[in-house]
Nanobody, 125 residues
Framework: QVQLVESGGGLVQAGGSLRLSCAGS????????MGWFRQAPGKERQFVAN????????HYADSVKGRFTISRDNAKNTVILQMNSLKPEDTAVYYC??????????????????WGQGTRVTVSS
């Protein structure tokens, strides 16, 4: 079993940056694909980015490509989402998730087994 705890959310002006961290527990952390999802008020949870177990394959939602970067450090059981050039439409609660699936399957929330409690990101215009 994997437990996930996100941190790093907050309030930032449009054009600014935030760095989200996800700390995982459990020896199996490095065997999971890790992803970030977000959910804005009144909207469904949507995929943001994910990274495979070894860190050499990443996927991004079109809306964040070129602005967000996902990375992981399996030695530290950590996943990072670096968010640059933030826009008001990036405002949401961001969730870290672990999936035993790979590739595009892991981009779907239903294929992610473990979830953190979320961290709120607010981007002001």
């Amino acid at each position: 079993q994997v437990q996930l705890v996100e941190s790093g959310g907050g309030l930032v002006q449009a054009g600014g940056s935030l760095r989200l961290s996800c700390a995982g527990s459990g020896r199996a952390f490095s065997s999971y694909a890790m992803g970030w999802f977000r959910q804005a008020p009144g909207k469904e949870r949507q995929f943001v980015a994910n990274i495979n177990w070894s860190g050499d394959d990443t996927h991004y939602a079109d809306s964040v490509k070129g602005r967000f970067t996902i990375s992981r450090d399996n030695a530290k059981n950590t996943v990072i989402l670096q968010m640059n050039s933030l826009k008001p439409e990036d405002t949401a609660v961001y969730y870290c998730a672990a999936s035993s699936a790979s590739g595009t399957l892991a981009m779907r929330p239903v294929w992610n087994t473990y979830w953190g409690q979320g961290t709120r990101v607010t981007v002001s215009s």
